[in-house]
């Protein structure tokens, strides 16, 4: 599989924007499905790269021209920086210097950051009921983030919609017995999309809102 190629999946033509081990991002390319090239601000279709290899069928191998893949960035990770045994704080971190302590406590290494290669992105945080919260563009005098100041930035975004009883992600549906709950620990960064052409990444647990949905050992 390659960035561009198309695809027929589940009875539409569709055109592979960007994908890793675990989850594959998609256009449409159908003349009846809404496009969303011409637009500046959007959410990626997405699914399991599991659930894509067994109901696609290759077309063909094609290419973005270079002004979409400079908004859209594919080379970008689709998540980076996930953590299992901490969680974001609904306190006020002063500095960079207290965020390493709080890392240090965690068993956390400055050196297992990723760093993001951008200079500027928009970030989602999340209610912990997984409902997206108004967003916030960080810019760097870099050309690269660092992955270690990038994450302390976005412990200061994500700490307003947390509640430090709650250290985790909430899931709900309804089942026929009642209703059924997950819950996601841990922290990460997960890519949505694009707003205003500028890359986008929505703040999480430990595994993205996709892998939530089939990892039924966190049901309650």
Same mark, same amino acid.
């Given at each position: 599989?390659?960035?561009?190629?198309?695809?027929?999946?589940?009875?539409?033509?569709?055109?592979?924007?960007?994908?890793?081990?675990?989850?594959?991002?998609?256009?449409?390319?159908?003349?009846?499905?809404?496009?969303?090239?011409?637009?500046?601000?959007?959410?990626?279709?997405?699914?399991?790269?599991?659930?894509?290899?067994?109901?696609?069928?290759?077309?063909?191998?094609?290419?973005?021209?270079?002004?979409?893949?400079?908004?859209?960035?594919?080379?970008?990770?689709?998540?980076?920086?996930?953590?299992?045994?901490?969680?974001?704080?609904?306190?006020?971190?002063?500095?960079?210097?207290? $965020?390493?302590? =709080?890392?240090?406590?965690?068993?956390?290494? #400055?050196?297992?950051?990723?760093?993001? &290669? +951008?200079? *500027?992105?928009?970030?989602?945080?999340?209610?912990?009921?997984?409902?997206?919260?108004?967003?916030?563009?960080?810019?760097?005098?870099?050309?690269? $983030?660092?992955? =270690?100041?990038?994450?302390?930035?976005?412990? #200061?975004?994500?700490?307003?919609?947390? &509640? +430090?009883? *709650?250290?985790?992600?909430?899931?709900?549906?309804?089942?026929?017995?009642?209703?059924?709950?997950?819950?996601?620990?841990?922290?990460?960064?997960?890519?949505?999309?694009?707003?205003?052409?500028?890359?986008?990444?929505?703040?999480?647990?430990?595994?993205?809102?996709?892998?939530?949905?089939?990892?039924?050992?966190?049901?309650?």
């Amino acid at each position: 599989m390659t960035v561009g190629d198309e695809y027929v999946y589940i009875d539409s033509q569709v055109k592979i924007l960007m994908f890793d081990n675990n989850e594959v991002f998609y256009t449409y390319i159908d003349a009846d499905k809404s496009d969303f090239t011409k637009y500046k601000t959007v959410s990626y279709y997405r699914t399991t790269s599991d659930h894509f290899t067994k109901n696609a069928t290759y077309i063909r191998s094609s290419e973005f021209n270079k002004n979409f893949t400079s908004i859209h960035r594919p080379d970008l990770p689709l998540k980076l920086n996930c953590f299992k045994n901490i969680f974001w704080s609904p306190e006020k971190i002063d500095n960079l210097n207290d $965020f390493k302590i =709080l890392l240090n406590d965690k068993g956390i290494s #400055q050196t297992e950051f990723t760093n993001l &290669n +951008i200079n *500027k992105v928009v970030i989602f945080p999340q209610g912990q009921q997984l409902s997206t919260k108004k967003s916030t563009i960080l810019e760097t005098d870099n050309e690269v $983030f660092s992955g =270690l100041e990038l994450i302390y930035q976005c412990f #200061q975004i994500q700490r307003e919609h947390v &509640n +430090i009883k *709650k250290p985790y992600f909430s899931r709900f549906r309804l089942i026929q017995v009642g209703r059924e709950e997950k819950r996601l620990s841990g922290i990460g960064l997960y890519r949505l999309g694009i707003k205003n052409n500028v890359p986008s990444y929505y703040l999480g647990g430990y595994l993205s809102s996709l892998e939530l949905e089939s990892e039924d050992s966190l049901i309650i």
